[in-house]
RNA sequence: GGUGCUAUCGUCUAGGGGUCUAGGACAACGGCCUCUCACGCCGUAAACCCCGGUUCGAAUCCGGGUAGCACUACCA
């Protein structure tokens, strides 16, 4: 039977959101487009005692910036005219909006407590008052105690107790959890759809927690089964950390009789350290220099500040095609890829099985292919908020169009616009000191004379293009003998401060002849 | 420890029994271009984890081993 797709992201509020969660939301969100789904936001914050202010807004903003749109759910933006006639988003809180709402779990609680009951009475779960201390003893006191078929008879609850002693222990207001009761010694098949068949037997599972009085909230796995059902949910498309709990959840949409209905599984490869071994943590970033997180985020609960993507000077169609190529590869060579290509060419059975060290070095290499593609006119105001204090005035007193020329002619040698500032501070600023590679390389015992003589031979060029000044100065070289190398280069150092920059016509032609002439002068001065 | 997943150049990967003397990209290195530095172009080096089996033939299928990773909470 086919149905329709829908698919949801389903992050914790816990902090920024994780570069690994921002490649599932992605691939969550390419599934969902190429079939004409949904995708669905909703908010997993079932740990009170996790909850980090600010979160949640974060991870809107990162889907936002990054092109991932919602339907549904959690940061939506409901389509005007459309048959969804949703509720309005409240006042000063994010869009939350779709029919199968609230979408923060948190708001959720008489919905869960209604299916809790339901495996309450069928017998699939039962009620526990082990306090967190009691278990704690007991799993040091046996070594690899797991809460389950064996031991649940020796344990505090509803199976050992009468049912007069644990109506009294709630009437009394004793804490409690709800445990699932899985059934022991079966095999639990789990199809997923980039790996096959899974087979795990029931022994190895623990009678998981579902639901705690402490703060009337259910867990993860209930919640999580409860609203994909609820919200329909056809594919779950989540990482490899949740393929060890599939089972339980399998066995869960089976306790409540909706296996017909049951999600498919695709757990993704994990994003790995670029060095070393194991998963891609913040801690990387801190140590190897680069954002593990879309947006800088600046954490209230702890007070640390993390960099972002965007911050870093990404673009985000950069971040979204490296992310996409890491875990998935499409049928040809190609590597650059638009968000609508995506969409066209994604496909699950093309996920890789293994998991993907982060690759910090090909990110780059994808925003310089982006820079490349974009021009200088558009860069302008990203390229001026980047400029230090010390040179903001002189770019801003220049020609917007100069500006513009300027990133155009000097935007290939970087990866990122904030890199392009000490790239092309020359064209604005005089240099301050020259270059003493350069001038140990370029700067010869007859430069002085050269350049004075230079100077002279540009003093009386009034046509000041580059063609008029390659003509008069290359004649004035092969007369004179020089070597176009050696006048070239000291010219370049005088006006750069340095061997480096774009063709010298280029760098003339913007200095123009006033400033030409004078930095000529300067550095006959200065280095004679 | 237990369970599961995974295994091709340093990295991301292509490959689905013969077309594989294993292809592409990043990074590295060399060259060309050139007034410099970049870009670009050309090129070099670089991999099928190991052992068995199936087969005329295995990177590809099967088994075992090894290694890595994930999970093993009243966290997600």
């Known amino acids: 039977m086919e149905r329709k797709v829908r698919v949801r992201f389903a992050p914790s509020p816990t902090g920024a959101l994780h570069i690994g969660g921002v490649r599932t939301a992605l691939y969550n969100y390419l599934f969902a487009r190429q079939h004409g789904g949904d995708m669905l936001l909703r908010i997993e914050d079932t740990d009170s005692t996790r909850f980090v202010p600010g979160a949640e807004e974060y991870i809107i903003e990162a889907l936002q910036w990054l092109g991932i749109g919602i339907d549904e759910g959690i940061g939506c933006v409901p389509a005007s005219g459309s048959t969804r006639e949703w509720e309005q988003a409240k006042e000063g809180l994010p869009c939350q909006a779709g029919p199968n709402g609230p979408y923060r779990q948190s708001e959720r609680r008489e919905i869960y407590h209604q299916y809790v009951d339901q495996l309450l009475q069928s017998g699939h779960a039962y009620i526990a008052f082990d306090t967190p201390a009691e278990l704690e003893a007991k799993r040091a006191e046996m070594a690899n105690f797991q809460y389950d078929a064996r031991t649940r008879n020796q344990m505090v609850n509803s199976l ?12 009394r207001g004793d804490q409690y959890v709800v445990r699932f009761k899985v059934e022991p010694n079966e095999d639990v098949h789990v199809h997923d759809l980039i790996r096959g068949e899974v087979v795990i037997n029931s022994n190895i599972l623990d009678d998981k927690v579902l639901y705690k009085s402490a703060d009337d909230l259910p867990t993860y796995h209930l919640a999580n089964i409860v609203d994909d059902h609820l919200m329909e949910i056809s594919h779950v498309i989540r990482g490899e950390e949740w393929l060890p709990s599939a089972p339980l959840h399998v066995l869960l949409y089976r306790a409540f009789g909706w296996e017909d209905t049951m999600p498919q599984f695709a757990h993704l490869p994990l994003l790995l350290k670029p060095d070393g071994n194991g998963k891609l943590s913040k801690r990387d970033g801190d140590r190897l220099g680069f954002p593990v997180f879309p947006l800088e985020f600046h954490n209230q609960k702890d007070g640390t500040v993390s960099s972002g993507y965007r911050e870093s000077g990404y673009f985000p169609e950069a971040v979204i095609n490296f992310l996409a190529l890491l875990g998935w590869h499409a049928t040809g060579d190609q590597e650059m890829f638009t968000m609508d290509e995506l969409i066209a060419q994604f496909s699950l059975d093309r996920v890789s099985k293994a998991g993907a060290k982060f690759d910090y070095e090909k990110g780059k290499w994808f925003n310089h292919q982006y820079l490349q593609l974009r021009q200088g006119a558009e860069l302008y105001d990203a390229f001026v908020a980047a400029v230090p204090e010390a040179g903001k005035a002189a770019v801003q007193a220049a020609d917007k169009a ?36 350069s001038l140990k390389k370029r700067w010869k015992e007859e430069s002085p004379a050269h350049m004075r003589e230079l100077y002279k031979v540009l003093e009386g060029i009034d046509e000041w293009t580059a063609e008029k000044l390659d003509a008069v100065v290359m004649g004035w070289i092969a007369e004179k003998e020089y070597g176009v190398g050696l006048v070239m280069n000291a010219f370049r150092i005088t006006l750069v401060g340095a061997a480096r920059g774009p063709h010298i016509w280029e760098i003339t032609n913007v200095l123009g002849k006033d400033e030409t002439l004078h930095r000529l002068q300067v550095a006959i001065e200065r280095l004679s």
Request: aromatic share 12%; hydrophobic share 55%; glycine share 0%.
């Open 160 to 171: 050992t107790l009468s049912a007069e002693e644990v109506q009294a222990r709630m009437a």
């Open 402 to 437: 100069v500006v513009a020329h300027v990133i155009d002619l000097m935007k290939e040698r970087v990866n990122f616009v904030p890199e392009l500032w000490e790239q092309a501070a020359f064209f604005f600023v005089a240099p301050a000191e020259y270059d003493e590679k």
